[in-house]
């Protein structure tokens, strides 16, 4: 049965309230007033991120179960907090939905949304409903913190810093790769194939993100959301400086093809440059991988084999556009 | 000529880099990192707030010039902020647009929304852009500050205190009512012509909700945004109180219906409670009008001609449901 808005706030009101005791403190005042109220402290900053997450070109609803696009639309934001070496602390959520579309998939949606806010002890402290014209669209803002200053920027990479990225890249857009192969395909969704898992349920690298900021090992940092060639190039248009990426050096698994490594989106691994000879190989159990060197050159490059050719930013295709 | 997302980024970023030079020393860093940082004070609380504007919900094209829409979009919020008593400080717009729209329309779109930015000394501060699948979507949050728990909430209303609403009601909503009477109806918008122009243009009442917190004359306090039957029902609702209103107080222009006056919606007026006894007859130009008393009995009603009936919730018809 579908909901009216009125239903769906009430919805999104009783579910928000059921959020973990960790940042209550932080949202003085939640959904239910004209704005929430946040409670900042002494000596920190503000972080805000949006992120739009619009069906068809970052989901779709017949392969992704309302879960996965709940928990994906508030991914995003959560990753771009980690970049900066920020604490998430409340989100909001702009909802538009059909008019038809079904209870069940806006309470799995919340589902989704909720268990990945409370993981990340991250309220529920507003938004927006809406009656969608076409699909359904998820506006998903995050507020964070971090100490006054201290935000891992994308300009501060320079030339001999060496590059780094967490984990390993590709995972994402194969199974994105596989579902646009053979659209019809349902995935068995088990926590178990941990590759599968990273394409509908990813999860932001909040504290290795932190501690990079606090131990003052990154110059540079920026979340692998539309691709490592495209973000890369992001961090050298900021930084006024180039990149040299070793293509034998990009962690990815035996089964991820090398242009999906460089160019796939919607990992949410981190992204850094260090002038520090001491990052640790591994860091929370997450491998932290030197790929390459930034350059005063302003050019991003790829060495592969011997032969250096630029890396063009061939970055994360709307699903809409391909 | 359409425009590709990356021109658009463009765009915003150099239209939001003009801004005025008093709200940046509280943005540090705006569009072009994973996150805006945004400095709070010491003892001040940060208000948030959200609102979705769609085309053929919100706005139309056919009706709406880009500059209004713009302003339109942006003042839903800037109202919210100033409704707590608070100032607003930084704004994010989250803008997704159809593949063919033209580059005029969105510089309009643009125009109008970075004019009022200045006017009330908000920072563009970040945002994200998609295409949309179908009409313009924009995402509007605005960022606020107020003093650490004085901000007027909808719930702080007591039976006897006295209830208040700012300027006139029903303007915007009979300049819709003429546009769905004759949809084809071109206005010539001039400022001279003033309930025309509260439709198009309307404006936040900031310093005088920011005045009224100073003065500790509101007990609670919500804008006019669904119309003064919905929101005098939620601060009931937030308050566990209810509310008497006479018919014959509340302000309108003699060519609006008293219906539209209590139903009609985006006039953006504040609507307060004062247990004081010395809340002014103006403040700041601005005409404060007392229509009615909060009550213990949980019900909103209206004596119209000595008669007393329930105000049932009339508000804000989305311009897609009627």
Redesign the interface.
């Known amino acids: 049965m579908p909901l009216s808005e009125r239903e769906i706030i009430e919805r999104i009101r009783r579910a928000a309230k059921k959020r973990g005791p960790g940042s209550l403190s932080r949202v ?2 939640g959904i ?9 402290k ?1 000596g ?9 997450s ?5 989901f779709r609803r017949e392969w992704h179960p309302p879960e996965s696009v709940g928990h994906r639309c508030l991914v995003r934001g959560l ?3 980690s ?2 070496g ?1 604490e998430p602390v ?1 989100a ?1 959520l ?1 909802l ?1 939905l059909p008019a038809k579309l079904e209870q069940k998939w806006v309470d799995g949606f919340l589902r989704g949304f909720l268990t990945l806010a409370r993981k990340f002890n991250v309220s529920l ?11 359904v ?1 998820a ?1 998903v ?1 995050v ?2 913190s ?1 100490p ?2 201290k ?1 891992i ?3 501060g990479a320079r030339p001999g810093d060496q590059i780094y990225v967490t984990g390993s890249l590709g995972d994402s857009a194969s199974v994105l790769k596989a579902l646009f192969a053979n659209p019809k395909r349902k995935f068995r969704l088990e926590r178990s194939n941990a590759q599968l898992w990273r394409h509908f349920f990813p999860e932001p690298r909040t504290t290795l993100g932190r501690f990079l900021r606090e131990k003052k090992l990154a110059s540079a ?3 692998v959301s539309d691709g490592l060639s495209t973000d890369l190039g992001h961090i050298c248009d ?1 930084s006024r400086c180039g990149a040299e990426v070793e293509a034998a050096a990009v962690p990815h698994q035996r089964s991820v093809d090398l242009k999906l490594a460089l160019n796939g989106g919607d990992d949410y691994e981190l992204l850094f440059t260090s002038a520090s000879t001491s990052v640790p190989e591994s860091i929370g159990g997450i491998k932290v991988t030197r790929i390459g060197e930034v350059t005063r050159r302003r050019k991003v490059s790829i060495i592969e084999n011997g032969r250096i050719t630029e890396l063009k930013p061939g970055g994360w295709q ?1 699903f ?2 391909r």
């Not at 239910?32 to 900042?40: A, F, L, N, P, Q």
């Not at 619009?54 to 970052?58: A, F, I, S, T």
């Open positions: 003085v005042a239910g007033d004209d704005c929430s109220i946040v409670r900042s002494h920190e900053d503000v972080l805000v991120t949006t992120d739009f619009l069906e068809g070109m970052h990753s771009d907090i970049a900066m920020g409340a909001f702009s538009a402290a507003g938004g927006d409903t809406a009656e969608s014209p076409a699909g669209l506006d803002m507020l964070g971090v006054s200053g935000a920027l994308r300009s940092m920026i979340d900021e709307h809409g556009s």
